[in-house]
């Protein structure tokens, strides 16, 4: 089942900040955040493991909230280069069969 | 530099005629994924194999197939192609275990 994902885009300012959610019914191993630009491959941004970490990316973290079943993407200070749609993905299981569902995506627009 | 190449970056087929895409990695990773992306929908799991040979369904099989004969290569068959599998198909790979999934360029597929 596809995660879901708010919201469905977001319009900034440089230097403005924004915040992406992903949410699950079910009970989740890890999330992982992709940012795909027009045209190119998804890349990878960052995973969290189940045990409600925190991470940073330079100005782009995110967290894990376990027991909500949520991750949030913080976008702080935002450059044009953040422009992109950002894909939550979710794993259930942990194991080796390894499956990572992603959700419909959110559309950032960074404006000067 | 790791890579993830996908024989074709465009095709065009007729309904009913079988189709091939063909995925090979270079980083002796476990698992491949194959992926279609639809505008709205985001990125839908087609099929993944987590070791060669080995291959479990993700949550829009049908309608696909799929080949993992040697670890770096990993098919994806449509049977008789039909206008509602027009997309871009992406292959994806990754570690064993919860990781960073390193993703090919795409395949856009045109079926008339």
């Known amino acids: 089942q596809q995660p879901v994902q708010s919201p469905q885009a977001v319009i900034l300012r440089e230097g403005e900040d924004a915040v992406i959610n992903c949410s699950s019914s079910k009970a989740l191993y890890s999330v992982h955040w992709y940012r795909q630009k027009h045209g190119e491959a998804p890349v990878f941004l960052m995973i969290l493991l189940k045990g409600g970490e925190q991470k940073g990316h330079d100005k782009i973290s995110a967290s894990f909230n376990e027991k909500k079943q949520q991750s949030s993407l913080y976008l702080t200070a935002s450059q044009l280069s953040y422009s992109g749609t950002y894909f939550c993905g979710t794993e259930m299981s942990g194991g080796s069969n390894y499956k990572l569902t992603f959700g419909k995506g959110t559309l950032l627009t960074v404006n000067p | 530099d790791v890579k993830v190449t996908q024989s074709s970056r465009y095709l065009v087929k007729r309904t009913g005629e079988k189709v091939f895409l063909e995925c090979v990695q270079d980083m002796d990773h476990e698992n491949m994924f194959w992926y279609r992306q639809d505008p709205g929908l985001g990125l839908r799991l087609i099929y993944f194999?987590?070791?060669?040979?080995?291959?479990e369904k993700g949550d829009i099989p049908e309608g696909y197939s799929v080949s993992r004969e040697k670890k770096e290569r990993f098919s994806l068959i449509l049977e008789s192609a039909s206008t509602n599998q027009t997309s871009m198909y992406l292959c994806?790979?990754?570690?064993?275990?919860?990781?960073?999934?390193?993703f090919g360029e795409g395949s856009r597929l045109t079926v008339l």
């Open positions: 994806a790979s990754s570690r064993q275990g919860p990781g960073e999934l390193f």
């Open positions: 194999s987590y070791d060669v040979k080995m291959k």
